[in-house]
């Protein structure tokens, strides 16, 4: 499946975003991940959704302030980010996993990867 990522932008600290993720194929065999990396730092996990459920994990840094969602009909994935700071501020990536862990947020699980989108949270 390939993974197309958009919505990022520039924002100032405090507004809100919402990130889209359009696959190719259907993702409804997939659990779905948001990733994000800042410069010169090692990838992040940030939340991950359940193929069917509608389970969610998320990381500690966006908990409380960003969700994840999905519409399996349209083959997309969303992520709601609210209140965001400039720590925030990352190319985020979309992917997709098979993986029996995938609440673990382990980006070693998710095979497909979208080309990301960048955040910048101004201050």
């Known amino acids: 499946v390939q993974l197309q990522a958009s919505g990022g932008g520039l924002v100032q600290a405090g507004e809100s975003l919402r990130l889209s993720c359009e696959a190719s194929?259907?993702?409804?065999?997939?659990?779905m991940g948001w990733f994000r990396q800042a410069p010169g730092k090692e990838r992040e996990f940030v939340a991950t959704?359940?193929?069917?459920?509608?389970?969610?994990v998320y990381g500690d840094s966006v908990k409380g302030r960003f969700t994840i969602s999905r519409t399996n009909m349209k083959n997309t994935v969303y992520l709601q980010m609210s209140s965001l700071k400039p720590e925030d501020s990352a190319v985020y990536y979309c992917?997709?996993?098979?993986?029996?862990?995938?609440?673990?947020?382990?980006?070693?699980?998710?095979?497909?990867w979208g080309q990301g989108t960048l955040v910048t949270v101004s201050s």
């Open positions: 992917a997709a996993s098979t993986a029996v862990t995938w609440y673990t947020g382990s980006d070693r699980l998710y095979k497909y």
């Open positions: 194929g259907r993702i409804s065999n997939y659990h």
């Open positions: 959704i359940h193929r069917s459920d509608g389970s969610t």
